[in-house]
């Protein structure tokens, strides 16, 4: 019970963590976007030096969002009871899928296609590329591949700090 409570907290953490600053500023996530979006975009004179800096930026911090997540699901994991590493991984990476899923279904797939604020000035005439889910299904896959990876990253932690305090 304890893990689905998680999940759903976990969730509603991730949508504000997401919907706010894309609220405020669509193209601050435009890494996110579907490739047709990101390719008008940088056709577009307003974007023509921003894109560049945003792709650097976006790689950093997806790679040190990917430790930083990992240590703090190791924590939540072991502190909801998942002592092993094998315990701690299947918790890290079932709280990682539930959020995933829920990314995939409510925010992008139920949200985002279909909220026009979401829409970068310059691509709003782009309806069919902003419904369309390949994009999204395609990311849902990548971030099973990345919860297996942060869950991993979890279990690693776990018997580092098993290896370092007894």
């Given at each position: 019970?304890?893990l689905?409570?998680?999940?759903?907290?976990?969730?509603?953490?991730?949508?504000?963590?997401?919907?706010?600053?894309?609220?405020k500023?669509?193209?601050?996530?435009?890494?996110?976007?579907?490739?047709?979006?990101?390719?008008?975009?940088?056709?577009?004179?307003?974007?023509?030096?921003?894109?560049?800096?945003?792709?650097?930026?976006?790689?950093?911090?997806?790679?040190?969002?990917?430790?930083?997540?990992?240590?703090?699901?190791?924590?939540?994991?072991?502190?909801?009871?998942?002592?092993?590493?094998?315990?701690?991984?299947?918790?890290?990476?079932?709280?990682?899928?539930?959020?995933?899923?829920?990314?995939l279904?409510?925010?992008?797939?139920?949200?985002?296609?279909?909220?026009?604020?979401?829409?970068?000035?310059?691509?709003?005439?782009?309806?069919?590329?902003?419904?369309?889910?390949?994009?999204?299904?395609?990311?849902?896959?990548?971030?099973?591949?990345?919860?297996?990876?942060?869950?991993?990253?979890?279990?690693?932690?776990?018997?580092?700090?098993?290896?370092?305090?007894?």
């Amino acid at each position: 019970m304890i893990l689905f409570i998680e999940c759903i907290i976990f969730s509603i953490l991730f949508s504000f963590m997401i919907f706010i600053p894309l609220y405020k500023n669509p193209l601050g996530q435009i890494m996110s976007y579907p490739v047709e979006i990101r390719k008008r975009v940088e056709s577009l004179p307003q974007y023509k030096d921003c894109i560049k800096a945003k792709e650097k930026k976006h790689l950093s911090i997806k790679i040190l969002s990917i430790f930083v997540f990992a240590l703090i699901l190791c924590v939540v994991a072991y502190l909801s009871g998942a002592k092993t590493v094998t315990e701690v991984f299947k918790h890290v990476f079932i709280l990682f899928f539930f959020v995933n899923i829920y990314d995939l279904f409510i925010m992008d797939l139920l949200i985002f296609r279909n909220v026009k604020k979401f829409r970068i000035p310059g691509t709003e005439d782009m309806d069919k590329e902003y419904k369309n889910p390949r994009h999204h299904i395609i990311g849902a896959f990548i971030g099973t591949i990345l919860g297996i990876i942060v869950a991993a990253l979890s279990a690693g932690y776990l018997q580092l700090f098993k290896i370092i305090f007894g």
